[in-house]
């Protein structure tokens, strides 16, 4: 009963602003962010990303502050500022990383030189709500502030009963709905899937609310690349 009221409750929020389409393209990984895509309003970042696969032409590490998409040579000088990572295969479909996932299976791939070749990485964790509702994705369109995120970020995890977390997540779908905390940035993000590829040139289409109050900014480092897995 508790989480159909909180639900309940943030459906009846008054949005401050209309939300992206989702409809409308993604920020890039050349040039400028699209603004239209791009909402950064006081406590929290609003973004509309596409980011893509192993052999699309944009980028599929992600800053979850700007929307920016990085391409794997766009890497080496950004890699503060990248929290995600999307790639696509056959076996486990849509996947994503958070940047401090390690596995020495991925030979040969962004993956390893993400594990052992970066300086430093940022530290995040995921949970997942699997095809969520029709009432939670309502919850989920209704939010516009840090409070209301918190919330909802606290409700679901609980409806999920609280697993631990992970950094590795696959065979995403539409309408699963993604809880990522950034322990390096301090950021709590509340994503939902609204599109997936279905194929290595694929881009999967995330739906991404930051709060970003007490976001932490993270300079680049210069350690050596023996700390890489650190």
């Known amino acids: 009963m508790k989480n159909k009221n909180i639900f309940k409750l943030l459906l009846l929020a008054t949005a401050t602003f209309c ?3 989702c409809k409308k ?13 791009v909402s950064l309003s006081g406590n929290i970042s609003k973004l509309y990303i596409n980011a893509g ?4 032409n944009f980028g599929g590490f ?3 502050y700007t929307g920016k998409l990085y391409l794997g040579r766009e890497v080496n000088e950004n890699f503060h500022n990248i929290d995600l990572y999307f790639r696509y295969t056959k076996s486990s479909g849509n996947e994503l990383f958070s940047t401090n996932f390690n596995e020495s299976v991925f030979l040969n791939s962004d993956l ?7 300086p430093y990485r940022n530290r995040g964790d995921f949970y997942i709500l699997k095809n969520a509702s029709e009432t939670q994705l309502k919850a989920f369109d209704s939010i516009t502030n840090k409070t209301e995120i918190g919330i909802f970020y606290n409700e679901i995890l609980g409806f999920i009963g ?3 977390p992970v ?7 539409v309408n699963d709905i993604i809880l990522f905390r950034s322990s390096t940035k301090n950021t709590t993000s509340i994503i939902k899937v609204v599109g997936t590829a279905n194929n290595i040139n694929g881009r ?5 609310k930051t709060d970003i109050s007490n976001r932490n900014i993270v300079p680049k480092a210069t350690a050596n690349l023996s700390n890489a897995t650190k």
């Open 19 to 21: 939300f992206i389409s």
């Open 25 to 37: 393209q993604a920020a890039i990984s050349e040039g400028n962010i699209i603004d239209n895509n």
């Open 53 to 56: 696969a192993q052999e699309s």
């Open 62 to 64: 992600v800053d979850t």
């Open 112 to 118: 390893e030189k993400m594990q052992y070749a970066w």
């Open 162 to 164: 609280n697993p631990a």
């Open 167 to 173: 950094q590795r997540l696959t065979n995403l779908i």
């Open 204 to 208: 999967l289409a995330l739906d991404v």
